[in-house]
């Protein structure tokens, strides 16, 4: 990036809760790429499948320097192999392993398009965006809920507390071919991204959420997962926050990265009844 700097912080924790034994879930936070992953509870393996995706990704890219669109993609499909490697046929017919997968890049598209955020979803873990005053959603669940949402059959409310918000429509490992949506973003001035597993949905509203953004907090990835615990912690909690400062070089001799230490808190007694 010979006229641009970058300098691009970010915090991360995933906690296995207050209800459940084991953490499925993932999370890779080193730049230019950050990535959370759900494993599919009641599957099998699921933690095991969250590590095997985000292990793939560390294989497949190159760290400390924008990646290239199309090593995203290859990595996300070579995931979705790893993941579907896991997989075995038991007693009761095929035991699914798979796993949701949620994560922004930076990346440099060439001489047409430059430096790009490249934000990518499969399940329901899901990307936002945070301008310091509002929070939006920047992914769409691929879910039963958001599928009558979308439809007009229930309102996004509703969705919240509807017996079926846990299904999933796709996930890594589900089919040997994965379909991502993929979304190509401006990379410029001061922008945040919070990437979360839906463990801190189901325990924080948005505006709950933007409170904590709000605050502006040494390690915000820390507090929200907290704060979720603290709220009923159902599920394991997963967050990353990126904030990345990107502009014409003034006083920046090269590319600077600047990462705060992940977080990953030991798992919790099981809570009392």
Not at 99 to 111: E, I, K, M, N, P
Not at 154 to 164: L, M, N, Q, Y
Not at 201 to 228: N, P, Q
């Amino acid at each position: 990036m010979p006229d641009e700097s970058a300098v691009l912080t970010h915090s991360a924790r995933s906690d296995v809760g207050r209800v459940r034994q084991v953490n499925e879930d993932a999370v890779l936070a080193e730049a230019p790429v950050y990535v959370v992953a759900d494993g599919m509870g009641g599957h099998a393996r699921g933690d095991a499948a969250s590590r095997a995706a985000l292990d793939t990704f560390r294989r497949h890219l190159e760290f400390g320097r924008p990646v290239r669109p199309e090593q995203v993609l290859d990595a996300i499909h070579s995931a979705n192999t790893a993941v579907r490697a896991l997989s075995a046929e038991g007693e009761e017919g095929t035991a699914v392993a798979g796993t949701t997968l949620a994560g922004v890049a930076l990346v440099d598209a060439g001489d047409a398009g430059g430096l790009l955020w490249m934000a990518f979803n499969v399940g329901d873990s899901r990307i936002y965006g945070w301008d310091g005053r509002h929070l939006a959603q920047v992914s769409v669940d691929h879910s039963a809920v958001q599928e009558l949402v979308d439809a007009g059959v229930i309102s996004p409310d509703e969705a919240e507390r509807h017996p079926d918000r846990n299904v999933i429509t796709r996930a890594l490992g589900a089919d040997d071919w994965v379909d991502p949506d993929v979304w190509l973003l401006p990379a410029a001035g001061r922008q945040v991204f919070l990437l979360c597993t839906d463990g801190l949905t189901k325990e924080l509203d948005t505006e709950s959420i933007a409170r904590i953004l709000a605050a502006g907090a040494h390690g915000s990835a820390g507090e929200l997962v907290d704060a979720a615990v603290a709220r009923g912690g159902r599920d394991n909690v997963s967050v990353v926050v990126v904030e990345s400062e990107i502009g014409e070089i003034a006083g920046h001799d090269d590319e600077t990265t600047r990462d705060r230490p992940d977080e990953t808190t030991a798992p919790r007694p099981e809570a009392n009844a």
